[in-house]
Nanobody, 124 residues
């Protein structure tokens, strides 16, 4: 399984960005996609999770109501829409995948596959 993350960039506070994660190698939709992020000088933290099989999604409190994770329009693509971006959202964002549902989604050890990071910078 391989994951490729796309999107990111520079945006002003209050602006919006979208991130995409394309998975290759899964034979069905029985897997979950999660997004993590790592800000400078901080540990990597979980952001969101989508169980592709049943459509259930979960969010960290810090992004709830601002970020939306969903199936993309292209097969095996998962999209994260990020609105009302704040300075604190500046980080390298990573997508990850695990077989099954979003169970134990916060702990990195529960994720089987990782994509490369993509930079999101919120700056005025």
């Amino acid at each position: 399984v391989q994951l490729q993350a796309f999107g990111g960039g520079l945006v002003q506070p209050g602006g919006s960005l979208g991130l995409s994660c394309t998975a290759s190698g899964f034979t069905s939709d029985y897997y979950a996609i999660g997004w993590f992020r790592q800000a400078p000088g901080k540990e990597r933290e979980w952001v969101s999770c989508l169980s592709r099989a049943d459509g259930n999604s979960y969010y960290a409190d810090s992004v709830k109501g601002r970020f939306t994770i969903s199936r993309g329009s292209i097969k095996d693509t998962t999209f994260q829409q990020m609105n009302s971006l704040e300075f604190e959202d500046t980080a390298v964002y990573y997508c990850a995948a695990r077989h099954g549902f979003c169970s134990g989604y916060i702990a990195e050890v529960n994720w089987n596959y990782w994509g490369q990071g993509t930079q999101v910078t919120v700056s005025s």
